[in-house]
């Protein structure tokens, strides 16, 4: 079973709002990762962010976690129509694989 | 530097017959995972690789899936025979260490399996 869920599913915004995505997930962890994938395309990674780290920033990007609660938050800035996509996370344990969750579809309108 | 290539990027198949699909991980990638993303879902690891031994196949149907690193480079997995549940998206992914967990992931576009 997948161990990251994202929230919300769907999020449909305007451009130039911001977007905000969570994750949750359930054992602890060692890093925990954000990726983007475009229709029909692999996925990208975005952003890492490491167990010890509580906030880190890449352009509009902007990743937050919470090791106490077991949750993590994507924000993007200022968005665009090209960040229309589905984002997900994939959390690291050690010996063990990455885990996806199932995602959170971004749509942003012109 | 060319990115992960994965073949066919579609294939429809009868059920009962055997597919095949196969990736080109990036050059000096020791590390290659295939994956399977159901339509609405997150990637679900079927197998990973670390140049040729499967270190992880924990997740991999046996009865059915196949897969094979020869020489630690490209890849092929194999269905056979395939059956209506197995249609999704076939990823591939490469990175360059898997035995950090910082290690970046890079995707292949998928082949997009539909079995009817």
């Known amino acids: 079973s997948q161990q990251g869920e994202e929230d919300p599913q769907a999020l449909s915004i305007q451009e130039g709002e911001n977007a905000t995505m969570n994750c949750s997930y359930k054992?602890?962890?060692?890093?925990l990762q954000w990726y983007r994938q475009n229709s029909g395309r692999g996925l990208v990674h975005l952003i890492l962010i490491r167990s010890n780290e509580r906030e880190k920033h890449s352009g509009r990007l902007r990743v937050t976690l919470d090791t106490s609660k077991k949750s993590s938050s994507l924000l993007i800035t200022a968005s665009r129509a090209a960040d229309t996509a589905s984002y997900f996370c994939?959390?690291?344990?050690?010996?063990?694989?990455?885990?996806f969750g199932p995602g959170t579809r971004l749509s942003v309108l012109p | 530097e060319a990115g992960v290539v994965q073949s066919p990027r579609y294939k429809i198949i009868e059920k009962k017959q055997p597919v095949a699909f196969w990736c080109n991980p990036i050059?000096?990638?020791?590390?290659l995972y295939w994956y399977l993303q159901n339509l609405g879902q997150g990637p679900e690891l079927l197998i990973r690789?670390?140049?040729?031994?499967?270190?992880?196949d924990s997740q991999l149907p046996k009865d059915r899936f196949s897969a094979e690193r020869l020489k630690g480079v490209d890849s092929t997995l194999k269905i056979q025979p395939a059956e209506l549940g197995d249609s999704a998206v076939y990823l591939c992914?490469?990175?360059?260490?898997?035995?950090?967990?910082?290690?970046?992931?890079?995707f292949g576009p998928g082949t997009r399996l539909t079995v009817l």
């Open positions: 050059s000096g990638h020791n590390t």
């Open positions: 690789y670390e140049n040729e031994e499967a270190v992880d």
């Open positions: 054992t602890s962890i060692n890093n």
């Open positions: 994939a959390t690291y344990n050690y010996g063990q694989n990455f885990v």
């Open positions: 992914a490469s990175s360059l260490r898997g035995g950090l967990s910082t290690d970046t992931q890079y």
